[in-house]
Each structure stands twice: as C-alpha cells, then as structure tokens.
C-alpha cells in the first residue's frame, strides 16, 4: 500500500478513536478494539494469518494481531497491576497511607509537597519500569492528596511525568541501553548526560504540572470512586466504626479497630521501598556483571517486578496482618476487594496494546520512518523527530527508540561523530520517544485511568506535559551539540 494512504489510514483510525471515545461515550476498551479492526481491514491486514513461505515472513491477521498485542501487553502489566493494588489497599485498610500522608504534610509543608514528591518521584523511578513505579506510588499519591484535600492529578501528574522521563532517557531501562547499543555509544556518557538533563526536567515537570493544575478536572469512572472510598475506612474506625464497605457492592472488609494505632511511617515505607531496593538491585547486578554470572542470575530473579512486590505483599502479610491481629479471612477479603476498581486499568490497558499492535503490523511505523529519513534533516533533530513520529504512531516509547536506533545506526557509525556526539544523538532519540503520549500508549491508559482523567483531559494534560518534557529535552540536549561542535 502506498505511503501516504498508509498514513491517511493511521491518522484516521486515530481520529476514529477519539471521535467514539469523546464525542461518543463508548467505553475505551471496547473503542480501542473496535478501532484496531477497522484500522486494521483499511490498511489490507489478512483476515487470517498468513503462513511463512520462501519470500515472506508470517503475516498475523488482524484478530491474532489483536490478542498478541494485547497478550503481550498484559503479560508485563496485568500481574503487576493486581499485586500492586493489593499492596496499596492493605496499606490503606490499615491506615498506613493517611498517616504517611499526614506524617510528611506536617514535615514539609502544603506547599512543598509536590516539589518534594516529584524530587523523590526522579530518584525512585531510576532502577524500575514507568509503569511499576508509578502504580507502587499510587496509594501514596492518593494519601497525600487526601490529607491535603486536593484531586490526585495535583500530586500524580507531575511525578508521573518525571517518572516518564527517567524512564526513556536514563539506563538502566531497555530504551536508553538498547539505543546505546544500536548506535555504538558509550552508556557511562549516556547515564551521565541524561541525569544532568533530567533535573532541570523534574523542575518542569513541577511547574508545568502546576499551571495545567489550575483548572479543575472531575475524576470519572472507578478511579472517582476508589478515591473517595480511599482512608474512609480508617477515618471510620477513628470514629468508633468496626467495619466497612470496600470496593462497593457486597465486599464488605472489616477494618482496624477504633483502638488500633496505624502502623508507623517507617513500616509504610518499607514496604514501599522493599520493592524498589529489589528492583534496583537486580538492574545494577545486569549492569556491572557479565552474562551468564550465577550472581547476576540470582539478583535477576529477586530484582523482577513481579518477584520484588510479591515480598512486599508478603511483608505487609506479616506487618499489617498478622502483627497487628487480622483474621486470614478479614485479609483475603481485603485483597481481594482491591481487584475490582484495578480490572478496568488491565483491560483498557490491554486493549491499547492491541492498538499499538495493529498500526505496527499494518507498516505505518516503516512509513512514517522511511518517509522521514529522505528530508535530509541533521542527524540530531532527525533523531528526534522520526523518534517522536514512531512513538506518536504505535505507541511504545521503547519500540521507537530501538527502531529509530536502528534506521539511523550505518548513518551515525558513517558520520565521524565523537564519543559525547553520539551519546547525544542517542539521548535526541530517547526524549523523542518522550512526547506525545496519547491513546495508543498503555501509560497513557494507567496514568489517566489512576488519577481519573477522561480521555480529553488525559490530552490536555498527560500528552502536553510528556510534550514539552521532551521537546524541553531535546532543546538541552541540541544546546550540548552545539557546545561539543555538532554540525
């Protein structure tokens, strides 16, 4: 199919999209996959798969597409997403989020709380994945925002966003390192220069946070409930309450006793920092050991998300429950209770993935990236740009990245560029695939569906601040070439 039909196509699917989810009010995940189909039949993907022969590679039809794409998806997210909201709901039942919340608030003041929780927000997200992170933090970013009185957007959109940023630009995640490693740059100048830049980014993110903050957004869905429900349980039993309704419905929970202290800040945030530690230790173990060390294989293994927040909801079993006298069935009911208000999240959130897929398999991103490579841009904001184009056309900040990397890789290893000019280039590439993050992007679907935006606020918000995240990269980044003699 011709190229610019091709994009034609992409364009409107994504039009489509956001026609039937705003304009429409149909559900996201049931917009999301009916919009991969007919994106999908436009751009000629076969109905069915189409087997590898001699001159072809096998093609998926759209259908198998479809659930690839959403398996794949699900398979990193779904898990952590389920332990997360258990452990986030344990620490709430216990009273352990408000008196965090509280205990901080006191110590910082209200106006220091977003600056010093997007600050913790850029340290925290160095050894762990976007998504991870930010879910581990949801129930911290609900405690503050209820002890403080404000929606969770006020403190979660800024640290989302410096999470974001860490994320893309600063190894060890697979981005900056796979990128590194397709254009030959030297990851210790790659590390250096992205943590220099992000600071100042984490200062922007702040402020930028704070001027979109001015306007009121309206929680919608499952996320207005669960953050209404969030510490009423334990402001009941403060009042006298034995028990209470979590999660709607017939899920009643019995909570703490109105004698019972909360926990103590400092086990609230060990089980919050338990998982992190883990997670960094595995990344640092992957990056300082050789491959195939039976010391980096048993830190793998403990440093995985899954296994990492597995012992944090194993600790919060034995700090939360069993110390402090729970029932084993008053603790099942609570985890299970938190997995309702989560299964939107996972769905949406899978239903992206399938999207993402679609447009991959129908050829948009080779389009976009061969259609871009012909303008004769210079090699730093040609980096940027294809970046930014692929990761606006399917989704993954990773993905484009690794392809960007790798359509400009025989470019930059032809171009004579000096050892700082290629970590630079590479970091161009990163904060491209910083921006533009919409419907198609699952982070998009997690941070909007936890701080409870709709899809026109999530735009007007999250897409614009991981936008001038990255175009505010960039510019340092370019500003450096310019310093270091880049053409």
Request: proline content about 5%.
């Given at each position: 199919m011709d190229t610019p039909i091709l994009l034609a196509i992409a364009a409107g699917g994504i039009g489509l999209l956001l026609l039937l989810i705003?304009?429409?009010?149909?559900?996201?995940?049931?917009?999301?996959?009916?919009?991969?189909?007919?994106?999908?039949?436009?751009?000629?993907?076969?109905?069915?798969?189409?087997?590898?022969?001699?001159?072809?590679a096998e093609r998926l039809g759209i259908v198998p597409a479809m659930i690839a794409g959403m398996g794949g998806t699900l398979g990193s997210v779904a898990i952590l997403v389920a332990l997360g909201?258990?452990?986030?709901?344990?620490?709430?039942?216990?009273?352990?989020?408000?008196?965090?919340?509280?205990?901080?608030?006191?110590?910082?003041?209200p106006k220091r709380v977003s600056a010093a929780l997007t600050g913790a927000a850029l340290i925290l997200a160095i050894p762990i994945f976007f998504d991870v992170g930010f879910i581990i933090l949801v129930p911290i970013i609900y405690g503050f925002a209820k002890a403080a009185g404000v929606e969770p957007v006020k403190f979660g959109l800024p640290m989302a966003g410096i999470m974001l940023v860490v994320h893309v630009a600063v190894p060890p995640t697979p981005g900056p390192v796979g990128g590194a490693v397709l254009l030959g740059a030297d990851l210790?100048?790659?590390?250096?220069?992205?943590l220099a830049v992000s600071i100042p980014l984490g200062v922007l993110a702040h402020f930028v946070a704070k001027w979109m903050n001015r306007r009121q957004y309206t929680m919608i869905g499952a996320a207005a409930e669960q953050f209404a429900a969030f510490g009423s349980a334990a402001a009941r039993a403060r009042d006298g309450a034995a028990e209470a309704y979590v999660g709607g419905g017939a899920n009643r929970v019995t909570t703490r006793s109105a004698t019972e202290a909360p926990p103590s800040v400092w086990t609230i945030l060990t089980l919050i920092l338990v998982p992190l530690l883990l997670i960094m230790t595995g990344t640092i173990a992957a990056t300082v050991l050789p491959a195939g060390d039976p010391v980096r294989v048993f830190f793998a293994f403990i440093g995985a998300p899954v296994f990492a927040l597995l012992v944090a909801l194993a600790l919060a079993f034995f700090l939360l429950a069993v110390r402090r006298g729970w029932s084993l069935s008053h603790t099942g009911e609570v985890m299970e209770a938190a997995l309702p208000p989560v299964a939107i999240v996972i769905l949406v959130t899978g239903a992206g993935g399938s999207f993402a897929r679609i447009l991959t398999e129908s050829g948009v991103g080779s389009a976009l990236a061969t259609t871009l490579a012909a303008t004769g841009l210079p090699v730093i904001v040609l980096a940027f740009v294809?970046?930014?184009v692929l990761r606006a056309s399917q989704g993954s900040a990773t993905v484009a990245i690794l392809t960007t990397s790798g359509l400009l890789a025989a470019t930059v290893a032809d171009g004579g560029f000096g050892t700082i000019q290629v970590a630079l280039i590479t970091?161009?590439?990163c904060f491209g695939a910083l921006g533009l993050s919409h419907v198609n992007d699952s982070g998009f679907w997690v941070v909007t569906r936890y701080l409870g935006l709709s899809v026109a606020d999530g735009l007007r918000t999250w897409t614009v601040l991981t936008t001038v995240l990255g175009l505010a990269g960039f510019l340092l980044v370019a500003l450096l070439w310019l310093l270091v003699g880049g053409g």
């Amino acid at each position: 199919m011709d190229t610019p039909i091709l994009l034609a196509i992409a364009a409107g699917g994504i039009g489509l999209l956001l026609l039937l989810i705003i304009r429409f009010k149909i559900q996201p995940f049931v917009a999301l996959l009916l919009t991969s189909i007919i994106v999908g039949l436009a751009t000629g993907i076969p109905l069915n798969t189409v087997p590898a022969t001699a001159d072809a590679a096998e093609r998926l039809g759209i259908v198998p597409a479809m659930i690839a794409g959403m398996g794949g998806t699900l398979g990193s997210v779904a898990i952590l997403v389920a332990l997360g909201a258990m452990l986030g709901r344990m620490i709430e039942i216990s009273g352990g989020a408000a008196s965090l919340a509280g205990r901080f608030t006191g110590w910082l003041g209200p106006k220091r709380v977003s600056a010093a929780l997007t600050g913790a927000a850029l340290i925290l997200a160095i050894p762990i994945f976007f998504d991870v992170g930010f879910i581990i933090l949801v129930p911290i970013i609900y405690g503050f925002a209820k002890a403080a009185g404000v929606e969770p957007v006020k403190f979660g959109l800024p640290m989302a966003g410096i999470m974001l940023v860490v994320h893309v630009a600063v190894p060890p995640t697979p981005g900056p390192v796979g990128g590194a490693v397709l254009l030959g740059a030297d990851l210790g100048w790659v590390t250096i220069i992205s943590l220099a830049v992000s600071i100042p980014l984490g200062v922007l993110a702040h402020f930028v946070a704070k001027w979109m903050n001015r306007r009121q957004y309206t929680m919608i869905g499952a996320a207005a409930e669960q953050f209404a429900a969030f510490g009423s349980a334990a402001a009941r039993a403060r009042d006298g309450a034995a028990e209470a309704y979590v999660g709607g419905g017939a899920n009643r929970v019995t909570t703490r006793s109105a004698t019972e202290a909360p926990p103590s800040v400092w086990t609230i945030l060990t089980l919050i920092l338990v998982p992190l530690l883990l997670i960094m230790t595995g990344t640092i173990a992957a990056t300082v050991l050789p491959a195939g060390d039976p010391v980096r294989v048993f830190f793998a293994f403990i440093g995985a998300p899954v296994f990492a927040l597995l012992v944090a909801l194993a600790l919060a079993f034995f700090l939360l429950a069993v110390r402090r006298g729970w029932s084993l069935s008053h603790t099942g009911e609570v985890m299970e209770a938190a997995l309702p208000p989560v299964a939107i999240v996972i769905l949406v959130t899978g239903a992206g993935g399938s999207f993402a897929r679609i447009l991959t398999e129908s050829g948009v991103g080779s389009a976009l990236a061969t259609t871009l490579a012909a303008t004769g841009l210079p090699v730093i904001v040609l980096a940027f740009v294809l970046s930014l184009v692929l990761r606006a056309s399917q989704g993954s900040a990773t993905v484009a990245i690794l392809t960007t990397s790798g359509l400009l890789a025989a470019t930059v290893a032809d171009g004579g560029f000096g050892t700082i000019q290629v970590a630079l280039i590479t970091l161009a590439v990163c904060f491209g695939a910083l921006g533009l993050s919409h419907v198609n992007d699952s982070g998009f679907w997690v941070v909007t569906r936890y701080l409870g935006l709709s899809v026109a606020d999530g735009l007007r918000t999250w897409t614009v601040l991981t936008t001038v995240l990255g175009l505010a990269g960039f510019l340092l980044v370019a500003l450096l070439w310019l310093l270091v003699g880049g053409g």
